[in-house]
Antibody
């Protein structure tokens, strides 16, 4: 059973770069997409983007200019970088394993990382 | 982007009640519709995928149906552990989009 362990800096200043990593335990990268989703305080879920084993990416157009997803298959890890953060980026960030053949459902989630942007 | 609209935004129900949550897509998405449950302070958990397929380990009191633009999540007999927020998500196009959520509260 795949488990996801995520980590990264939780407190950032405006204009800094958010960097989070998610490690995959108990599974492989093949056949899946690896996603990032965020949830602002008291709000719903916002999809950030997804990456597959080959490094093919899809991004949310609303964030695309600031977001880069990457994958390191040798370490079974994938990562999120978001530049020029502001208070609007304060949220809980989740990584997720996503079925990548047809229905693109997120069937395994990390526990979430709380990121706060404040001067 | 495909907009996903859930109704109601919140509801109050009692243990044992039958609960129905609807999700409407702004354009047809066939059956590329998934449902999640989220409890406070926890990550969402997958309940239903492909509109009507029950994720392994999810109780059979949860069911989903629909196709095209209109979808339904039903909890046949609400249990204490089901009080949570429920989200639909479309997997038809990018960006993947979620409904705004339906909070199920204790009556």
């Amino acid at each position: 059973q795949v488990q996801l362990q995520q980590w990264g800096a939780g407190l950032l200043k405006p204009s800094e770069t958010l960097s989070l990593t998610c490690a995959v335990h108990g599974g492989t990268f093949s056949g899946s997409y690896w996603s990032w989703i965020r949830q602002s305080p008291g709000k719903g879920l916002e999809w950030i983007g997804e990456i597959n084993q080959s490094g093919s990416t899809n991004y949310n157009p609303s964030l695309k200019s600031r977001v880069t997803l990457s994958i390191d298959t040798s370490k079974d890890q994938f990562s999120l970088k978001m530049t020029s953060v502001s208070a609007a980026d304060t949220a809980v960030y989740y990584c997720a394993s996503t079925e990548g053949n047809y229905y693109y459902y997120m069937h395994v989630w990390g526990k979430g990382t709380t990121v706060t942007v404040s001067s | 982007d495909i907009q996903m609209t859930q109704s109601p935004s919140s509801l109050s129900a009692s243990v044992g009640d039958r609960v129905t949550i609807t999700c409407r897509a702004s354009q047809t998405i066939s059956n590329y519709l998934n449902w999640y449950q989220q409890k406070p302070g926890k990550a969402p958990e997958l309940l239903i995928y492909a509109a009507d397929s029950l994720q392994s380990g999810v109780p059979s009191r949860f069911s989903g149906s629909g196709s095209g633009t209109d979808f339904v999540l039903i909890i046949s007999s609400l249990q204490p552990e089901d009080f949570a927020t429920y989200y639909c998500q479309q997997g038809s196009n990018t960006p993947r989009t979620f409904g705004q959520g339906t909070k199920v509260e204790i009556k």
